[in-house]
Structure formats: C-alpha cells, structure tokens
C-alpha cells in the first residue's frame, strides 16, 4: 500500500511564507513526477506545480516566480515553499505523485489527503 502523506500548511498572513512537505511511503520501487494541486473553496481542483524525477518543473502562471517546488529522491519527499503569499492562494493542497510499486509493474498516480493553507490578515 503506498500512501502520501502532507503536512507543513496552515495559517500565514499576506506576503508570508510556508513550506509543504509530502513524503511517499509503503511499497515503492520509483516514483515519477511529483506535483501540488490546490482547491479552493466552491473551485475545482488546479494544477499548482510539477517536479520530474530528473528535477525538470513547471508551475502555474499565478504561482510563477513565487512558489518553488523541489524533491529528494532519497528521502522519497516533495517540497513546496511559498512565498509572498496572497489571500487567493488560500486552499487545500494535495500532493500527487506517478509511483511504480514494482520492478515490472504499471505506475499508478496517488493523492494526499490534503494540507489546508489559509492566507489573511
């Protein structure tokens, strides 16, 4: 069973900063790309950043210049530090990660119960 566990959120007042962290556990032989998705609230669920295993990223176009995602293999852990926070930004986050359990088996994509981030004054 693999699991995806976030943690890290909470609440910061405009133009402060946050470090999420989600670490994968379980039965894993290699993860693909790593990301961070938010939903706000009454909002569907948007794509926020990406990381792939050779540490190339992509972020959203509101997030851009703000947010930095990061990852170490080793410690099977994704990283997104936010800084000059907006109250827009306020949402839950969701880790979600591409995992292969085994040599020779199909990867399947996993999501994390979630980290709220509130940002206001």
């Known amino acids: 069973q693999v699991q995806l566990v976030e943690s890290g959120g909470g609440l910061v007042q405009p133009g402060g900063s946050l470090r999420l962290s989600c670490g994968a556990s379980?039965?894993?032989?290699?993860?693909?790309?790593m990301g961070w998705y938010r939903q706000a609230l009454g909002k569907q669920r948007e794509f926020v950043a990406t990381v792939n295993l050779g540490g190339t990223t992509d972020y959203a176009d509101s997030v851009k210049g703000r947010f930095t995602i990061s990852r170490d293999n080793a410690k099977k852990t994704v990283y997104l530090q936010m800084n000059s926070l907006k109250p827009e930004d306020t949402a839950v986050y969701y880790c979600?990660?591409?995992?292969?359990?085994?040599?020779?088996?199909?990867?399947?994509?996993?999501w994390g119960q979630g980290t709220q981030v509130t940002v206001s004054s």
């Open positions: 379980g039965s894993i032989f290699m993860i693909g790309s």
């Open positions: 979600n990660a591409n995992i292969q359990q085994f040599l020779g088996s199909t990867t399947a994509n996993y």
